[in-house]
């Protein structure tokens, strides 16, 4: 049932906005076995702890990491009364259970032809599931990863915002990023609002997500279940490097530019970082 996921003009719509420009099109994975909410709420308790998040869903557009509520239920009570739990819970790499490991494998499969082209191999490749309470809210942040959300139950709406402003997520925030210092909330602030496009989809939908583009989530009125297919391309990977190098000429005393968008590939500072890591490891550093 996994061999025919995206038709064809889905695959075209992705084909024209791929990788810099969010977009929505149509996918056949709605009423798939492993994504129905007994089968996650199983999955759910056999994925390690560092696999599994759930907090309660009523939350501002803007939270600080520590601010965010701690829920009193397990991740399994939790997504079997999502319905009135009042939460957001996210399964991570999914794809360690090998029954969904193939899922997520055909799923990327049929995306591969459009991405290949462009962006190069398909890297780390993964798969998360989010499932939500009515009305709940997932924070203003941003991944580092290319990913495609295939709504399958409930609808939600994502407001996009462009990926390369650095108004709206300061470097020296994905600098942090990336050296693991930061959470991957964002600063909110409600001037923000204009500069997003907000994208509803339904079951049968999917959104395209581009790396790095700031996004918050809110669902609509029914339980939610998304599952999120994500890959890195050797492109993302020499944005997250050039960051890093940035970081470090920052300490130097310099006001580095951010990296430029695709199809730049970032390659100096790419290199220089890799160079760097390199020499400190050589260095036992
Ligand atoms: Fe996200």
């Given at each position: 049932?996994?061999?025919?996921?995206?038709?064809?003009?889905?695959?075209?719509?992705?084909?024209?906005?791929?990788?810099?420009?969010?977009?929505?099109?149509?996918?056949?994975?709605?009423?798939?076995?492993?994504?129905?909410?007994?089968?996650?709420?199983?999955?759910?308790?056999?994925?390690?702890?560092?696999?599994?998040?759930?907090?309660?869903?009523?939350?501002?557009?803007?939270?600080?990491?520590?601010?965010?509520?701690?829920?009193?239920?397990?991740?399994?009570?939790?997504?079997?009364?999502?319905?009135?739990?009042k939460s957001w819970a996210v399964l991570k790499r999914i794809e360690q259970d090998p029954r969904y490991a193939e899922l997520l494998g055909s799923v990327l499969a049929q995306l591969e032809p459009v991405v290949r082209p462009r962006t190069g191999p398909m890297l780390e490749l993964e798969g998360f599931v989010f499932i939500s309470s009515p009305g709940s809210i997932t924070p203003f942040h941003f991944d580092p990863e290319h990913n495609v959300l295939l709504q399958l139950r409930g609808s939600k709406t994502m407001t996009v915002f462009p990926?390369?402003?650095?108004?709206?997520?300061?470097?020296?925030?994905?600098?942090?990023?990336?050296?693991?210092?930061?959470?991957?909330?964002?600063?909110?602030?409600?001037?923000?609002?204009?500069?997003?496009?907000?994208?509803?989809?339904?079951?049968?939908?999917?959104?395209?997500?581009?790396?790095?583009?700031?996004?918050?989530?809110?669902?609509?009125p029914e339980v939610s279940i998304s599952l999120s297919v994500t890959w890195r391309s050797e492109w993302s990977f020499a944005e997250a490097d050039a960051r890093a190098f940035n970081h470090m000429l920052r300490g130097l005393g310099l006001s580095p530019a951010s990296p430029a968008p695709f199809p730049n590939r970032n390659l100096a500072k790419s290199l220089g970082h890799r160079a760097i890591r390199k020499l400190r490891g050589g260095l036992g550093r």
């Open positions: 049932m996994t061999s025919d996921l995206f038709p064809a003009a889905a695959l075209a719509t992705l084909k024209q906005a791929y990788p810099n420009t969010p977009c929505r099109i149509g996918h056949g994975l709605i009423g798939h076995p492993l994504l129905a909410l007994d089968s996650l709420a199983e999955l759910a308790g056999t994925l390690p702890a560092d696999s599994v998040e759930h907090n309660l869903g009523a939350m501002p557009i803007g939270i600080d990491p520590q601010d965010i509520p701690a829920s009193d239920l397990g991740i399994v009570e939790t997504i079997r009364t999502i319905d009135e739990s990926a390369h402003d650095d108004r709206l997520a300061d470097p020296r925030i994905h600098e942090a990023f990336h050296l693991g210092q930061h959470h991957r909330n964002l600063p909110w602030q409600d001037e923000f609002g204009a500069a997003g496009q907000a994208m509803t989809i339904e079951p049968g939908e999917a959104l395209y997500v581009p790396v790095k583009a700031p996004h918050w989530v809110k669902n609509g």
